[in-house]
């Protein structure tokens, strides 16, 4: 399945990547959604760590909880920036790879999100990335609005 996200912000694209590599904020996401959300940073590599309640649907699968660890390793790229997720490593058979830009544009500063994700559970992995697709959208989505707020009182 591929999923592709674009957030506009009224922000530069510095402030906005200061923002998507800031621990405070990814803390904060993960205080409104319930899920536990910790961000390193080392140089341009951000270490990301969420666990999560999982769905009804795949507690029989992974248990209780969801967790993710990936590395975004983060490069100049023009005016703006772009990010590549390592390996995510999850608890289910799954591949997710993802990228992120950070651009001017619009209202300030363009995010696009493209993400693939594969679950290779046999009969059922379609399936499991039909139920996936709208809670990873939701997730992205929540950024918006709590990102919006974040640069009002921490951008440009």
């Known amino acids: 399945m591929d999923l592709n996200v674009r957030h506009e912000y009224a ?13 405070e904020y990814f803390s904060g996401l993960g205080q409104r959604s319930g899920a536990t959300v910790l961000l390193e940073n080392q140089g341009n590599v951000s270490s990301l760590q969420v666990q ?6 795949v507690k029989a699968m992974v248990g209780e909880t969801i967790s993710l660890n990936t590395r975004i ?3 100049r790229d023009g005016e703006g920036w772009k990010g590549v997720a390592e390996a995510a490593k999850l608890k289910v058979p799954a591949q997710i790879s993802a ?6 544009g ?3 500063t363009i995010v696009e999100y493209f993400l693939a994700v594969s679950v290779t559970i046999p009969f059922i992995g379609k399936k499991v990335e039909q139920m996936a697709e709208p809670r990873i959208r939701a997730a992205l989505d929540a950024q918006k609005g709590s990102g919006d707020a974040w640069l009002a009182g921490h951008g440009d």
Do not use: I, N
Request: aromatic residues 4%; without cysteine.
């Open 52 to 57: 999560a309640k999982a769905p009804e649907q």
């Open 106 to 108: 619009g209202a300030g």
């Open 11 to 23: 922000a530069s694209p510095d402030a906005v990547h200061a923002m998507l590599t800031s621990p």
């Open 73 to 75: 390793l983060w490069e």
């Open 99 to 104: 990228r992120v830009t950070v651009q001017p």
